[in-house]
């Protein structure tokens, strides 16, 4: 497409972006189409409430979570560069990348994604999901038909089931084990459209 | 006891329902050939009353068996055991059986067989148009590919397969000597591998199985007619013309005629929807016989194609698959109910018939010709062949496909490969001069019919529970497991929708864009235009409920007129919602436009939940706890996991809509008190400043503004002003630009506000802007306490309060869905 190039050119530092995320620049394009559609008053920054106007987020229970996790802490607006690598967790992860150590884990490995799925519990950033956290998001994927005392009863045994080091909260490290069985590539990807 | 009276009395009543036409029709063939050319007679005196038997015979006879096979599906409901482990195809198979022998008992020949041309004309149709109105369409849509290379390919194996197969064992003279050929076996391999809608429709019915698999074997039975019709001509034409004529030119006809077929045939029926959606949007005035132009287009979609000898059922299934969106937006509610409930109607109403007939037609010892081997080894072909093609394709697919099939789900694809009344109708097309062994081919279809439908059928469910069960026993998955694969799902949707790829289909994408900009415009009136939003449905459905349940409190308390008369229509609904929102009716707007280019209705989150703390109540004297059962049945389904809509005898709303309203109007309720509570924690007493000065600006003209981004609506309570940054909220500018309601000016031209729409509550006091919660940033919020009801309008056209006590303390810092305040 001719406007490839041209749209392209509008977006700082594409090389940059590829190399990090791994996503093409047609990719790269196409999200920045989205991010320009999202952006409505054009400030090239996004706010919570431009995420609030997709009206599909709402009738989704982690909706307002998943939006959350697009602002690190102590940020207001989201720029082009982290609206992209946040996506780029999404990625289908590359089955013949070579392990090289020396390299940072790609964005879309699967710890990654973990530790991505992991802060979306863990809202207070301590490492930990802790009892009241867990039952926080329970609460909110949960019919309302559940009661309290089931909710907690559920919290739990999920912490029981998970907790290795008895310290009544879930580290990362336990996270990453309970779900050793899940193919986390399969849940946690989308293809993204060229 | 009764219901065992209940069943021999209407099986005595469809005895001498069916007795009473044979013995006439036997008198009636005696009577002409007694009377010969005089059918005249001479009367001698005034007849009171007459015998009309030979002027109604035919339309009696059509009525009586209609009802008969009606009344044969009341017989066996009545045990509903019998039920559950029979399908109801096979039931009715066995009652035609019965039938059938009491006719023949009566008549010593079969005078009552499904003729072809009734099936193809009569009964089919309406069975393909329902199945194309009903079918679910993203799902349809979204594993076309997949269907197609099973309908096309899959199809063409199981033909070619059968029939080679069957020509080696002629040729090793396993079937003793029978007249018959190659091709004629080919033909014989390509009517007989059609997997059929009907019997998948009436077997999977009852059996649940997961959506992909069903649109998968049901789509397959649909497309694959294309390909049948194709084969069955080609290879019909082939035997006429002879061996020796065949030459490459033929062949390479053939193939072309696929193409012209199947798609020809979906073009019609493209065609007729277009016609039908057109139509539908001029039908406003007469919505009485609204209902009844899509029946008789879908029909005329059906002859057209069969007229132009293209692939009938691709033509009447596409017409019905294009237009179900349109209709259903453009016409009234009343008529869609009376389409989608007419529609079952007929389906069903034909599929009983059909079955009924399938059994009546085989006790008929004239047309058995019984060659053990040609049939047993044509059941044989069949299953196996049907396997290996699955396998085979599923796992050329599955290289594709983000998410493959799994072994059981090609096991259950494989083993639901039914054949029915289509083969069936297709067999008797064919002509007796040319087949020698038309009968043997008669009686085979009859048998793989019997054979796939019942016995098929009946191993079908239990397969299914035992191969699931075999799976789940081996990895009993931990709750966090649980819990967090259907957070992936969620999460899954949420990224899909923010990112803005929608599935991962390429031209899905282009084609929703193409098709709001063209096709709404042309195809839908403006009212439906706006309301095919799906968000809108659900607010118009909370709204909704929440008038219903404010009708019936105002019946309980004996009028509605409680409603002028109290000053803040302040009703005891509160106590059953969150006492935090007892006053607040939040109309939650947000701008025309969503970023997906959808027109975007205001939000109104309804004040009365009434089934929330009922149901705590009960749910509170059930002891025995299991937190995976209890995971397992509350979580919520994510987008992904929608329950299959398509069922020929249920007409629910899905349990979806009832899911969405609840996750909906959570999330905006802790958005809400997210929002109060920076409110309440940031500066109680500030006053508003602008509160009397806003409110005229707001009347007259929603749009006017104080500055470009934000419109500043007066609080008692609490303002944040421009420069209000206690809680780190950034400034006025970031919130969203607001819109007034109703009264106040609307701004979305697009969006015009019908009464018919969402209603604005009197109770509607404040509006606030719609913002996310759990954020750590809050945008200021300014709420409005102009109530926009036009009871209170007529009354205090200054009523600034709408929250007229102190605004109740913050709520609880529960943990529940705020994150934001460390």
């Not at chain 1, 289908?92 to 390299?103: F, I």
């Not at chain 2, 929608?502 to 096709?519: A, P, Q, S, T, V």
């Amino acid at each position: 497409m001719g406007s490839t190039n041209s749209t392209l050119s509008k977006i700082p530092n594409v090389e940059e972006l590829v190399q990090e995320t791994g996503f093409t620049p047609a990719h790269i394009v196409r999200l920045y189409d989205r991010f320009e559609a999202l952006d409505k008053e054009k400030t090239g920054h996004l706010r919570p409430q431009d995420f609030g106007a997709i009206n599909r987020l709402a009738i989704n229970p982690i909706g307002d979570r998943i939006i959350g996790a697009f602002f690190s802490p102590g940020q207001e607006t989201v720029d082009f560069h982290s609206f992209v690598r946040i996506l780029a967790h999404f990625r289908p992860a590359d089955k013949k990348r070579p392990k090289d150590p020396s390299m940072p884990e790609p964005v879309n490995s699967r710890t990654s994604k973990l530790k991505f799925a992991f802060q979306l519990y863990d809202q207070d950033k301590d490492g930990k999901i802790s009892r009241a956290e867990l039952l926080q998001v329970l609460r909110s994927m949960l019919e309302m038909q559940v009661t309290e005392e089931q909710l907690e009863s559920i919290a739990d045994r999920t912490i029981q089931e998970a907790d290795l080091d008895t310290d009544d909260a879930i580290s990362f490290e336990e996270f990453r084990k309970s779900l050793e069985k899940v193919n986390i590539d399969h849940k946690m990807s989308i293809r993204f459209l060229r | 006891m009764p219901a065992m009276w209940h069943s021999t009395f209407i099986l005595v009543m469809v005895l001498l329902a069916i007795s009473r036409p044979s013995l006439a029709s036997q008198a009636r063939t005696e009577e002409s050939q007694g009377t010969g050319n005089a059918t005249e007679h001479t009367i001698t005196t005034l007849p009171i009353v007459i015998w009309k038997w030979e002027e109604i015979h035919f339309p009696y006879l059509v009525a009586l068996w209609v009802l008969v096979s009606w009344l044969c599906k009341l017989v066996f409901q009545q045990n509903p055991c019998l039920t559950s482990v029979i399908p109801e195809s096979g039931l009715l198979i066995c009652i035609g059986w019965v039938l059938g022998g009491i006719i023949y008992g009566a008549d010593k020949v079969q005078t009552f067989r499904l003729q072809p041309f009734t099936f193809f004309f009569y009964l089919l149709p309406q069975i393909v148009l329902d199945a194309g109105y009903s079918m679910p369409n993203k799902l349809f849509f979204g594993n076309l590919g997949a269907i197609l290379v099973y309908a096309v390919i899959g199809t063409c194996w199981n033909a070619a397969t059968l029939g080679l197969a069957l020509w080696g064992c002629w040729l090793g003279g396993a079937m003793g000597d029978i007249d018959t050929g190659l091709l004629q076996l080919l033909l014989f391999g390509s009517l007989i591998a059609a997997v059929d809608p009907v019997a998948v429709i009436a077997v999977f019915e009852e059996v649940h199985v997961n959506e992909v698999l069903y649109i998968l074997v049901f789509g397959e039975s649909l497309l694959n007619d294309g390909v049948t019709v194709v084969l069955f001509n080609v290879f019909n034409a082939f035997v006429s013309l002879g061996g020796a004529q065949i030459d490459a030119v033929e062949i390479i006809k053939g193939i072309i005629s696929f193409f012209v077929v199947a798609v020809g045939g979906s073009l019609v029926g493209v065609v007729f929807a277009l016609l039908i959606t057109l139509l539908t949007r001029c039908t406003k005035n007469i919505q009485i016989i609204e209902p009844g132009f899509i029946f008789v287009l879908g029909y005329l979609s059906y002859l057209t194609a069969e007229m132009l000898s293209l692939s009938a059922i691709l033509s009447c299934t596409f017409c019905g698959v294009c237009c179900q969106k349109y209709i259903n937006a453009n016409m009234d509610e009343r008529s869609v109910s009376t389409v989608r409930y007419t529609m079952k109607v007929f389906a069903n109403g034909s599929e009983t018939i059909i079955f009924v007939f399938l059994g009546i037609s085989a006790i008929d010892p004239s047309i058995w010709v019984w060659n053990t081997a040609f049939i047993l080894l044509t059941l044989l072909f069949i299953f196996v062949f049907r396997f290996i093609g699955v396998f085979l394709l599923t796992w050329i697919l599955n290289q594709y496909r983000l998410v493959p099939l799994d072994f059981i789900d090609q096991v259950v694809m494989g083993y639901g490969g039914l054949r029915g009344a289509v083969a069936y109708g297709l067999v008797l097309l064919l002509d007796e001069n040319t087949y020698k062994e038309k009968k043997l081919m008669v009686s085979t279809t009859f048998i793989v019919v019997y054979f796939t439908v019942m016995l098929q059928g009946i191993t079908m469910k239990p397969l299914v529970t035992w191969l699931k069960v075999k799976r789940a026993a081996v990895a009993e998955r931990t709750l966090a497991e649980k819990l967090q694969n259907r957070t992936f799902d969620h999460m899954l949707v949420a990224i899909e929708d923010i990112s803005g790829q929608i599935g991962d289909n390429y031209m899905r994408d282009k084609w929703n864009n193409f098709e709001e900009k063209w096709l709404y415009w042309l195809l839908m009136t403006p009212f439906a235009r706006k309301s095919c939003d799906p968000i809108f449905n659900i607010f118009h459905k909370l709204n909704i409920k929440d008038a219903t349940s404010y009708v019936k409190e105002g019946e309980r308390r004996g009028s509605l007129a409680f409603v002028r008369n109290e000053s803040k229509a302040d009703v005891d609904f509160n106590k059953k919602f969150d006492a935090d929102f007892s006053e607040m009716m939040p109309y939650i707007m947000t701008e025309n436009m969503g970023p997906d280019h959808v027109p975007v209705s205001s939000i109104f989150v309804p004040s009365v939940c009434l089934d929330m703390h009922e149901q705590d109540l009960k749910m509170r004297e059930s002891e025995d706890f299991d937190a995976h059962h209890v995971l397992q049945q509350h979580l919520y389904k994510g987008r992904k996991q929608h329950r299959h809509r398509y069922s020929q005898k249920h007409l629910e709303v899905s349990k979806d809509e009832h899911e969405v309203q609840e996750i909906f109007q959570r999330t905006m309720r802790s958005r809400l008190e997210s929002f109060k509570s920076a409110k309440m924690g940031v500066a109680p007493p500030k006053i508003s400043k602008h509160l009397k000065k806003d409110q005229p600006q707001k009347m007259p003209n929603g749009k006017s503004t104080e500055n470009s981004k934000s419109h500043a609506y007066g609080d008692e309570d609490v303002e944040f002003s421009e420069g209000d940054s206690a809680s780190g909220c950034e400034a006025a500018g970031s919130s969203f630009p607001m819109r007034a309601y109703r009264g106040a000016g609307i701004v979305n031209p697009a969006f015009m506000v019908d009464s018919s729409t969402v209603a604005p509550s009197q109770r509607a006091q404040l509006r606030l802007p719609w913002t996310p919660s759990n954020l750590r940033r809050l945008a200021p919020l300014r709420l409005s306490t102009h109530s926009n009801d036009s009871f209170l309008l007529a009354d205090s056209p200054a009523t600034q309060e709408g929250i007229s006590e102190p605004p109740p303390p913050p709520p609880p810092q529960d943990g529940q869905g705020r994150g934001t305040h460390k």
